[in-house]
């Protein structure tokens, strides 16, 4: 039987260092403990835990594994323009994009910037989804006395 840290298990699992510390601080999971006082996570309660959320365990789950190419997408509002600047403060990071005359300030994960390797003068794409879009119109005419 195969154990891992508590880092490795939160990879496997999909969730955070900290959410699976709560879950153990709680009793939520089954764990050994080294001499250390470390805890580890048999591979079998990481399949109990991806049973009871309805996922299947997967091998290749593991931080930093990159995934395919990514070769179309369905949303159709697409910005396409030139990294300004990157920004990191904490887990989030700040993406501002020059489109046209125009700035994006888009707010993503630190985890995203850094997997992507998005830097200042990089072209990159900004894709909007949102359930509502507002349209505004200034008025042009000379105010009225």
Known sequence: MAFLTVREAAGRLGV???TLKQWIYKGSVRTSRTEGG?????DQEVARLLAAR????????????RGG????????????????????EGLLAQVRLRIG?????????RDAVDELGLRRG???TAIVKATEVMIGR????????
Request: hydrophobic share 30%; charged share 35%.
């Open 69 to 88: 190419v990514l070769v179309s997408l369905s949303g159709r509002n697409r910005l396409r323009g030139i990294v300004e600047e990157v920004r990191r």
């Open 101 to 109: 005359d125009q700035q994006l300030t888009a707010v993503i994960t």
């Open 122 to 124: 990089d072209e990159a």
């Open 138 to 145: 200034e008025d042009l005419a000379e105010s009225r006395d």
């Open 54 to 65: 309805g996922t299947l365990p997967d091998r290749d789950r593991r931080p930093g594994r």
């Open 16 to 18: 955070g260092y900290s």
């Open 38 to 42: 470390h805890y580890r996570i048999s």
